[in-house]
């Protein structure tokens, strides 16, 4: 008897299936690629901050040798890229930002384009600037979408309960104005496209770095008036998304316009300083935060108005609101609940989505206003929490259905194995000792979608999966990988459904013309629900395998098992034949038959109403982290020293990637609140680079103490939940509690760099700062 | 345009080349590459690499000073056991400098004829005393490191000149020097200020006081007035704050995007403050 032992990959430590390629550095980025006949496209973008364009004379940059193109607004149709169709590819009439793109060149050489670049002559009339985003709704503004004269460029609203009766019903009130900053993705790889027409049938083919190949066909389509079955989007590994990739920007129409004015493929890619300059950043947010609660802790009641910058044009910044929401309405059981948002037109930078979506926002705001009604109440952090945290079972008022919720265990798993309660005491009790060095500890806990959000009509993903003669499988997905470890988990979750080793998977995830429909790599949603479809395409596949076995062994279907690469017996193993010999038998015989399927998975999750109602998520995820911290009252410099983390992450499918995914969060989470800081001033970037944009650096990580609760999900994949942008979310607020515990000063502006927090706390002792 | 790439093996070869005129000097190039790259620097018609030149590494005592080369790199002031024995607040200064790869390839004459204000290796020079070997095919000069910087970027020297050495006396008994840089990262990070004090400490009382900022003013730049405030005295913790005040009174800084004017004076009171109480307490 030949008994092969049941194994599997779900919860180990595997290494990312495209590691090797990238620690040798030997992976092709769209940087690497290179066709024949390509040409260079540069863009040249304005020095103005606001301005009317009055003339464009491109006749000596047409006339130098080596240049295949030249386009100004005036070459291509008026159409508008973004959420509010608000941004033209190139400028015409105006330009509102620093960085608006107004002519584009191809050329035979990066050299040649950048000359011709020089050539072009502007001229401009400066219009007034519109900085201050509380300016823009104030009489007399500059308008800077004629579009919309009032400069506002989208609200949000939402509510439940009656939030008058909730204050009445309070014993304590707190309210405070929060300011959170302008950072960027700082993506390793700098944007870039290819753009290929075939010269006879005019198909387009891009080389792009989009999250969003299927929504993004069909932005190109609407823009180039193209239709989209026409257009292929093949997607090389990308240096970073992050959520910068998930708009369509006007970089990417102006290289096909190239392309297509000058009759040869161009490649586009950004400087580092472009990159700075003119992908999105983070949303900055002003937030007026009210909160009540009783006696004993219980909430009563949260009233937020909030005002985004919404720069020159519109792209996803304006639509976080639609998170952020979730975190006031939802994160803990507030019975009245009112949210108003209002994202104003100004000249300022405009921003996009950012891993978190707003929720690193709004958790800032809630967040402390937990740690400022427990001080005033007398009770501690952690219990304040417990008091109002969600459970299971829960529907919240905005209609959130928690079924598996690991809330609480997050938030008493991080504050014991911290020691959170004893140190939080000591720590408070130091402040008033002298010494320039005060340590603190602070506490923030999070909700954020983790089984997809269904922000669209469908939230689904599509899986085309093929077995070859040798037992070897290939997935294809609609499921983009960014660098998250998708195609990993992916094969280890059809690895457990077809008992086969990691290596006898491949995964295609790159092509338009290949892959099924996927709604893109967003919302933490590609393990939930690209992992549910493979899953959905690798069980068509073991009941086809299993019924075929079934007809040449004398046992049934469900009789039988896939383990190892072999058909055994489930009872006890036995091995019954090898998968390659039954797959070549079922190709090679009468009926000649392939096994390859196909699953489109739709999560059970609704697209909300008007009012903002319904269950958007399959799951939600669930964190608390605790960050513990110096502060330098000399300098105002806040060394983090440990984040311990607690996340329900549902389960543990690869337990290094997963790992990855916590430390790295917690990173930018930190760089968000010391650190990271895009300076803009009248509407000019002062820091578009990496010596005056500080990212955190290796000295910097903190020690880090992570665990996983693992509340297994009953609908997620193996009971995993997304966790994607988790990480991030709670730290700038953990932070901000610390400093709190440290020294006693509230800091609700960020970030918390150096001179701000010296600020603070000469302010705070009274002193005069200049 | 650069036409000519020279990378002579000998000082003489060297001071040729420059002698021929509109020429750029490369030693670890990690101030020219990115700079010129950026458009903010323009190299000559030729580059004279002088990272092959002999006999300009390292440091060594020459009679009652010590001799620096100008092709020292950054990490050899930080490991060369004979700098870190010797002159201990070069060795202070390089362990905030740049990065691993930064400090393998930049030089500490690139540092000099790069002449920032907040260059991290001048503050510590100032407050050493150094003077500057500069040789040209016509001859030998030194120039006191204190007189050399004439603005961001600009220094006394003429363009045929090379900086061959620089020369600091050898430490007396009970000197003492320590340096302080304020960034925002422990390492990697451009000072917002940084603060140098030397002196000899004799019975608790510091005498022959040299203090030096970098980062407030075009050039890094003595503090006179701290000096002032310090030299003779007990490092009591009212010369502490006479001092620090002192400091703080005498310097100009600027605002950018690295720092306020104020949170720089700030910072610099602060620092002295601390350098001090570090020397203090031994
Ligand atoms: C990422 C990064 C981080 C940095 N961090 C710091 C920091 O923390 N602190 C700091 O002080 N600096 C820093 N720098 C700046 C730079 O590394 C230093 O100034 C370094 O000492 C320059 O030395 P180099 O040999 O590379 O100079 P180069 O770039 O080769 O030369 C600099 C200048 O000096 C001239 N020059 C060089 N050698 C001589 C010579 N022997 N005689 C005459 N002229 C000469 C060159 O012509 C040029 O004008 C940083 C630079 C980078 C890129």
Same mark, same amino acid.
């Given at each position: 008897m030949t008994v092969v032992a049941k194994s599997s990959l779900i919860g180990k430590r595997i290494p990312k299936m495209d590691a090797p390629e990238k620690a040798a550095g030997k992976t092709r980025y769209v940087q690497d690629i290179n066709l024949p006949g390509q040409l260079i496209g540069k863009i040249l973008r304005t020095d103005r901050v606001h301005a009317r364009i009055v003339s464009i004379d491109t006749a000596a940059a047409k006339a130098l040798p080596g240049v295949y193109a030249v386009l100004t607004a005036a070459d291509i149709p008026k159409r508008g890229l973004g959420v509010n169709k608000d941004n033209p590819p190139l400028k015409g009439d !105006?330009? +509102?930002?620093? +960085?608006?793109?107004?002519a584009a060149v191809a050329a035979e050489t990066e050299e040649i384009a950048l000359e011709a670049l020089k050539l072009i002559k502007v001229v401009y009339e400066d219009l007034p600037i519109l900085a201050d985003p509380r300016q823009s709704t104030q009489p007399g503004a500059p308008v800077i979408q004629d579009a919309k004269p009032d400069n506002i460029a989208m609200t949000f609203d939402y509510a439940h309960g009656d939030v008058a009766q909730g204050e009445k019903e309070s014993d304590v009130v707190v309210e405070s104005e929060f300011y959170l900053h302008y950072v960027t993705h700082c993506c390793m790889g700098v944007s870039g496209i290819i753009a290929d027409f075939e010269p006879t049938s005019g198909n387009l083919t891009l080389y792009s770095n989009t999250q969003v190949p299927f929504l993004h066909k069909r932005e190109f389509s609407e823009v180039l008036g193209m239709d989209p079955g026409r257009i292929r989007i093949i997607q090389p590994p990308i240096g970073g998304g992050f959520g910068s990739k998930l708009d369509i920007y006007p970089f990417e129409p102006i290289a096909v316009y190239l392309a297509k004015a000058a009759r040869r493929p161009v490649k586009l890619v950004f400087t580092r300083e472009e990159e700075f300059l003119a992908s999105p950043t983070r949303q900055p947010a002003l937030c007026r935060l009210r909160s009540g609660a009783k006696k004993d802790g219980t909430l009563t009641f949260r009233a937020v108005d909030i005002l985004l910058d919404n720069g020159g044009y519109t792209s996803w910044g304006a639509t976080i609101p639609f998170v952020m929401m979730q975190t006031f309405s939802s994160l803990y059981r507030v019975p009245h609940c009112l949210f108003h948002t209002k994202a104003v037109y100004s000249n300022n930078p405009y921003a996009g989505s950012f891993r978190g979506y707003g929720n690193l926002q709004a958790t800032f705001t809630v967040e402390q206003h937990m740690d400022m009604l427990a001080e005033k109440l007398g009770l501690d952090p952690l219990a304040i929490r417990m008091k109002n945290a969600q459970e299971s079972g829960e529907v919240t008022g905005q209609g959130m259905v928690f079924t598996s919720c690991g809330f609480k265990e997050c938030l008493t798993t991080a504050a014991s194995r911290s020691d959170f309660a004893r140190k939080f005491t000591d720590y408070a009790q130091q402040q008033? !000792?002298?010494?320039n060095k005060k340590r603190g500890i602070g506490l923030a806990a999070m909700i954020h979608v983790g089984g997809g959000a269904k922000i669209y009509p469908s939230d689904g993903c599509g899986t085309i999966l093929k077995m070859d003669d040798f037992g070897h499988v290939t997935i294809m997905t609609g499921a983009s990988e960014i660098g998250q470890g998708s195609e990993t988990v992916l094969a280890q979750l059809v690895c457990e459904e077809l008992g086969l080793p990691l290596d006898a998977v491949s995964v295609v995830n790159n092509d338009t013309e290949v892959t099924p429909w996927d709604v893109g790599v967003h919302a933490s949603r590609t393990t939930f629900i690209a992992g549910n479809s493979a899953i959905g395409a690798a069980r068509k596949a073991k009941d086809k395998i299993l019924n075929a076995a079934a007809k040449v062994t004398n046992m049934t279907a469900d009789q039988l098992e896939m383990r190892g690469g072999f058909v055994v017996r489930a009872a006890d193993g036995e091995m019954v034949m090898p998968l390659p010999k039954l797959l070549r038998s079922l190709h090679f015989s009468d009926k000649a038959e392939l096994v390859m399927t196909t699953h489109y998975y739709e999560p059970s999750s609704v697209h909300q109403d008007k009012k903002f109602m319904g269950n958007v998520s399959a799951t939600y995820a669930w964190a608390a982290q605790i960050c513990e911290i110096e502060v330098d009252t000399d300098t105002g410099i806040v060394t983090l020293e440990k984040v311990t983390a607690a996340h329900d992450v549902g389960r543990v499918l690869n337990r290094m990637g997963l790992e990855g995914q916590i430390e790295g969060g917690i990173v930018m989470g930190q760089g968000y609140a010391l650190t990271e800081d895009l300076m803009v001033r009248q509407g000019k970037v002062l820091n578009p680079g990496f010596r005056d944009y500080k990212l955190v650096t290796a000295p910097e990580i903190p020690e880090m103490d992570i665990s996983f609760i693992e509340s297994m999900d009953g609908e997620g994949p193996q009971g995993a939940k997304g966790v994607g942008e988790a990480p991030a979310i709670c730290m700038a607020a953990a932070i901000a509690n610390a400093i709190h515990n440290a020294t006693g000063v509230r800091l609700t502006r960020l970030p918390f760099s150096p001179e701000n927090v010296y600020r603070a706390l000469v302010t705070a002792k009274g002193g005069v700062v200049e | 345009m650069v036409e000519r790439y020279l990378a002579p093996t000998t000082l003489d070869e060297a001071l040729k080349a420059l002698a021929a005129g509109d020429a750029t000097i490369v030693a670890g190039g990690t101030d020219v590459m990115p700079q010129s790259q950026a458009g903010r620097f323009k190299l000559g018609r030729t580059l004279v690499n002088i990272r092959r030149v002999a006999g300009l590494q390292g440091g060594a005592k020459e009679g009652d000073e010590i001799r620096l080369g100008a092709l020292t790199t950054i990490s050899q002031l930080r490991e060369d056991a004979f700098i870190a024995k010797t002159l201990p607040v070069l060795a202070e200064a390089a362990d905030h400098f740049a990065s691993v790869q930064i400090r393998n390839m930049g030089t500490l004459g690139g540092n000099i004829g790069n002449a920032s204000p907040a260059g991290d290796t001048l503050v510590p020079l100032l407050v050493l005393d150094a003077v500057v070997e500069l040789r040209s095919a016509k001859g030998m000069r030194r120039l006191r490191l204190d007189e050399f910087f004439t603005g961001p970027g600009k220094t006394k020297r003429t363009p045929d000149e090379l900086i061959t050495n620089i020369f600091v006396p050898a430490p007396k008994p009970g000197f003492v020097a320590r340096f302080a840089k304020f960034g925002t990262r422990p390492a990697l990070d451009i000072s917002a200020v940084s603060v140098g004090i030397a002196g000899i400490v004799k019975d608790g009382k510091i005498s022959n006081v040299r203090v030096a900022y970098g980062a407030v003013a075009p050039t890094p730049v003595r503090g006179r007035a701290a000096e002032a405030a310090l030299e003779g005295k007990t490092l009591d913790a009212a010369t502490l704050a006479a001092a620090a005040k002192a400091a703080q009174g005498e310097v100009k800084p600027i605002s950018d995007r690295r720092a306020t004017a104020w949170y720089r004076r700030e910072m610099i009171h602060n620092l002295v403050k601390k350098v001090l109480a570090d020397v203090a307490h031994g």
């Open positions: !105006k330009v +509102r930002t620093i +960085r608006d793109e107004i008033s !000792k002298p010494g | -």
